[in-house]
């Protein structure tokens, strides 16, 4: 198993300027999230999904998009990137039994954004 | 709402200390799941424990222990004798039951020097 990939590993972007973090896992997991890291502030959820075609907002959606059409894949979408989302983007993944996660989440290696 | 406080924001020891890592939650959950990260310098998140409320038994893994105690809602990890490869940031978090998200803490920069 490759366990959770992100891709790509670093992007630079212009404020305004779109783009598509990748997320995939090969674990069948029912459950995915996005975090972003940012000094100081530890890891903080952006949305999640806890199956095909059901997603939810977590603490700091704004700004960002979701999707879910695969149990494998969950992109994370900024429309019109702002220097605020200037982060370290993690995507995790675990497993997900009637709704609630039962099971450790495990991360990808993570995006480093820069939105100048 | 739950959180997680880390108060010690940078750690730094010699190899071969013994050095822990304080971490207290709040939840008004009765059941909820303890967790520990380790980010070292490479960026990436690896899981090292999860620990179910209802289960206070102390944990020891080579040199790491986790000592969870839910009278002081306190759940520590301590490193005996650090090696250098230990150097990391180091994170608890917190997912109550009825939550469908991890609450981190702001996270423990461990540096240990030869």
């Known amino acids: 198993n490759a366990g959770v990939t992100q891709t790509p590993k670093f992007q630079v972007l212009k404020t305004g300027q779109s783009m598509t973090l990748q997320c995939a896992q090969d674990m069948n997991h029912e459950y995915m999230s996005w975090y972003r890291q940012d000094p100081g502030m530890g890891l903080r959820l952006i949305h999640y999904s806890v199956g095909a075609g059901i997603t939810d907002q977590g603490e700091v959606p704004n700004g960002y998009n979701v999707s879910r059409s695969t149990t494998e894949d969950f992109p994370l979408r900024l429309l019109s990137a702002a220097p605020s989302q200037t982060s370290v983007y993690f995507c995790?993944?675990?497993?997900?039994?009637?709704?609630?996660?039962?099971?450790?989440?495990?991360f990808g290696p993570g995006t480093r954004l820069t939105v100048l | 709402a739950q959180k997680v406080t880390q108060a010690q924001t940078e750690i730094s020891v010699v190899e071969k200390e013994d050095v822990t890592l304080d971490c207290v939650y709040e939840?008004?959950?009765?059941?909820?799941?303890l967790f520990w990260y380790k980010q070292p310098p490479s960026g990436e998140l690896v899981f090292l424990i999860r620990?179910?409320?209802?289960?206070?038994q102390n944990e020891i893994s080579g040199r790491y222990s986790w000592n969870f105690q839910k009278s002081t809602s306190s759940f520590n990890f301590t490193i005996t004798a650090s090696q250098v490869v230990d150097s990391a940031v180091y994170f608890c978090a917190l997912r109550p039951s009825s939550a469908r998200q991890l609450t981190f803490g702001s996270g423990t920069q461990l540096t240990v020097l030869p």
């Open positions: 995790a993944s675990s497993y997900s039994r009637g709704g609630s996660i039962t099971d450790t989440q495990y």
């Open positions: 620990r179910n409320s209802f289960d206070e």
């Open positions: 939840t008004r959950d009765t059941t909820y799941y």
